[in-house]
T-cell receptor
């Protein structure tokens, strides 16, 4: 398996634009997580899905952020409109529900909002 | 509030030294604890996973211990090498509250050749 795949690797956009981040989890994993990492706040959980259903979105900063998981192999995190304070590294991770196994991370998307 | 704290925030040691990284958590009711490594500009790689019923896990030169009652875990790195230079993060899956991992802020390790 290729691991968790995220795209794009880097995204530079202007304030007010829509940004869409993509993630393909490891095949067979039941859980998918979106995290955001900044120097000030470290790694923060934004939302996670179990079997494609959003379970906890209490970490989503505000209504400008939305996430979907239309099927077991694809998820998106959308920011509309984007703001400079959204600049961060966004990570997607997946895991299996069997015995609370290890969490596997993608390489992340470095987002810069100018 | 469930929190994970890591001390120290940064550490610099000469090559060959044995070292210990510390992690503490505020709620002893946990499912498991994981140690991750993060290289600059990269994602996180899981190093060791300790279930709540376990006391320690070992992988090569790495040994992680868990003392659930005191809310502490340590990551021991033996005979450190320059290639060990990275940020090490501790993450806990608590039983109550949010089911996903809660991360510490990490310890940035520099091993000097």
């Amino acid at each position: 398996d290729a691991g968790v795949i995220q795209s794009p690797r880097h995204e530079v956009t202007e304030m007010g634009q829509e940004v869409t981040l993509r993630c393909k989890p490891i095949s067979g994993h039941d859980y998918l997580f979106w995290y955001r990492q900044t120097m000030m706040r470290g790694l923060e959980l934004l939302i996670y899905f179990n079997n494609n259903v959003p379970i906890d979105d209490s970490g989503m900063p505000e209504d400008r952020f939305s996430a979907k998981m239309p099927n077991a192999s694809f998820s998106t995190l959308k920011i509309q409109p984007s703001e400079p304070r959204d600049s961060a590294v966004y990570f997607c991770a997946s895991s299996s529900d069997r015995g609370f196994e290890k969490l596997f991370f993608g390489s992340g998307t470095q987002l810069s909002v100018l | 509030k469930q929190e994970v704290t890591q001390i120290p925030a940064a550490l610099s040691v000469p090559e060959g030294e044995n070292l210990v990284l510390n992690c503490s958590f505020t709620d002893s009711a946990i499912y498991n604890l994981q140690w991750f490594r993060q290289d600059p500009g990269k994602g996180l790689t899981s190093l060791l996973l300790i279930q709540s019923s376990q006391r320690e896990q070992t992988s090569g030169r790495l040994n992680a211990s868990l003392d659930k009652s005191s809310g502490r875990s340590t990551l021991y790195i033996a005979a450190s090498q320059p290639g060990d230079s990275a940020t090490y993060l501790c993450a806990v899956r608590f039983v109550t509250g949010r089911r996903a991992l809660t991360f510490g802020s990490g310890t940035r390790l520099q091993v000097q050749p």
